[in-house]
């Protein structure tokens, strides 16, 4: 039972472009969602979150979008850079301190 | 800044051994997490903690044990080790009441034999 999915394994964008990827969600009680990026041989560090109570957060080049009706949560990286390829994980919560992790998405960023 | 710290960054043990894995965070922080992370799996948790000597099982506990005895250290016990519990693990620590956000560990790549 994935409660939180991540449908694409891997993302290839060119340097400077924009990268979407992308989170879907079942679990209705989620009210706070989280992104985390991992180099290899690293821990995953926090990126960027959202309330639910909120439809986009902003963070430099780092952009969340939240749609409830649909499930579904985006990050969006403008423009993107080398130094940007890594795996991206989101995460969602409903309050329990737990959090709730997708597969992983590998992003590659070329010159 | 939060530091959380994994005694091994890589470990190699023999099917059958006993393998303790420890993370500690510096942030006095209320929650701690034990995860293993495998390609297209992603992060799964083991066992967490909201307190001192306080443990919950997580989505993946079979074969393992937890103990925290300290409210900075929590340890990650293999009984006896197997090949499928061959993975990276991850140590995480949250605030608590204070913010869900989970700051990790470098990670112990354990491989068992």
């Known amino acids: 039972d994935q409660q939180v999915k991540q449908n694409s394994p891997s993302l290839s964008v060119q340097e400077g472009r924009i990268s979407i990827l992308n989170c879907d969600y079942t679990n209705s009680m989620f009210d706070y969602f989280l992104w985390y990026k991992k180099y290899p041989a690293e821990g995953p560090t926090f990126l960027i979150s959202?309330?639910?109570?909120?439809d986009k957060n902003e963070d430099g080049r780092f952009t969340v979008f939240l749609n409830k009706s649909a499930k579904h949560l985006s990050l969006h990286i403008v423009p993107s850079q080398p130094g940007d390829s890594a795996v991206y994980f989101c995460a969602a919560t409903s309050g329990a301190q737990k959090l709730v992790f997708g597969q992983g998405t590998r992003l590659t960023i070329n010159p | 800044d939060v530091k959380v710290t994994q005694s091994s960054r890589y470990l190699v043990k023999r099917t059958g051994e006993k393998v303790f894995l420890e993370c500690v965070q510096d942030?006095?922080?209320?929650?701690m997490f034990w995860y293993r992370q495998d390609p297209g799996l992603g992060l799964r948790l083991i066992y967490f903690s909201y307190d001192v000597k306080m443990k919950e099982k997580g989505d993946i506990p079979e074969g393992y044990s937890v103990s925290r005895e300290k409210k900075e250290r929590f340890s990650l016990i293999l009984e006896s080790a197997s090949t499928n519990q061959t993975s990276m693990y991850l140590c995480?620590?949250?605030?608590?009441?204070?913010?869900?956000?989970?700051?990790f560990g470098p990670g112990t790549r354990l491989t068992v034999t």
């Open positions: 942030m006095d922080h209320e929650n």
């Open positions: 959202i309330s639910s109570i909120k």
């Open positions: 995480a620590s949250s605030p608590g009441a204070l913010g869900v956000e989970q700051y």
